[in-house]
């Protein structure tokens, strides 16, 4: 989806591609970053919540009979901003992850320095869902295999990433994270990203894809807004991990 | 270069590239994995030597006046037989590994088990050279991001990585994971592989590349024998870790 000014607008943009996904039988909805505010310091300054607000219920609210990655939103909690992805099932909260590496970057046209008002998460987070084990990572988190590497005690079959790249490291690096987290978890990895908006202060790159186990992506989107719809064969995890076995415990 | 069956030959061939780099003026000399023996377990066995034999001697004599990392061999050590990396910068040995993470695949058309006939190494190599400091590892291992972390505390700017994957795993993971390696360490990445031969038990992939910070692709083979050679500016190291930090030292 692509994100507007209006944080009422991207809720309601949101749930009409929810319901979308519902509508083709999705079992797991993933939003994308900030998917109710634009990437810039003012708005997610002043789009945050406390604890339970507008975005958490719509969030609870659409995730009635699915499981739902609610991407990301800015998230108070006292004097500090969050960078927070909030997971539901039919309903229920089952886990949230506070971004932990945050997006401090100065180079060739972009310049953004995140932790200069969000403050880092400090614990990784898998949630388990009906259909198994999650391990969930935002954007910047990527970059970091160690953050993997712990999240991988707990054996998760997919990461989901809500991912606001840029034009600069998207064309970069934005597959080859994908794929490479993938390659060394010998899971599946889903990044969601909104939609490129050229008008935007920060503009996303778009590009929402999942890749397997054996590091090769299965669907992507292009810079537009849309829906990567995919099934996912848990079994095709062990077998990877049985075929080239670097270590990983086999998932249930 | 192309391996072939006659461990004498295959240090003349080595011999001549090592000739044809000098004249190019190379300052830092990589021969590929197991350069002086065909990829199969009795060949291995076989050509195996202990302390400083045939293949140590030939390495030692050839790197007067540069540094030359002698791809991988098998060296005896007592009962053991280990895929053994040897390093030396003007005759004089500088470091040797020892490959810890093994071989042992069973997918589509290739089963392998290293572990079978080779022991693994236990400690990780970091060289200091007149040119800085090199990591160095051996094919498989670059599936294991906690080996690269672990060198990483030395602060190594490059990475030399002798690797014979096949043509199974090399179209799908070789420049994918020297790509990764080299985006997770933000270091450059060197990969050396035997020349493809379709006569051969074991057929490598070839495609030796040299990959940057940015996780570029700088320089790269075809599957055919020949010699990728390539500029370093180990300063674009440094570049690359203030415009993107991901919690990297600079290099000195």
Redesign the interface.
Known sequence: MKVSTSKDNNLKTASLFIERAKLSEAEIIVLPEMFNTPYTKSHMINYAEEGQGKAYKFLKENSKGIILIGGSIPEKDGENIYNTTFAFENGIEIGKYRKI?LF?????KICFQESGFITPGENTTVIKTSLGKIGLAICFDL????LF?KMEEENPFLYIVPAAFNNV?GP??YK??A??RG??TQSFIALCSPASDLNAEYCPYGHSLITDP???VLSEMDETEGIVLQNIDKEYVNQIR?????KKKLIK
Request: aromatic content about 10%.
């Open positions: 590496n401090d970057v100065d180079y060739d970059r970091f295999p160690d590497q490291s970069a690096h080859l994270l794929r490479s390659l060394d054996w590091g090769n049985c075929e080239l076995p670097i």
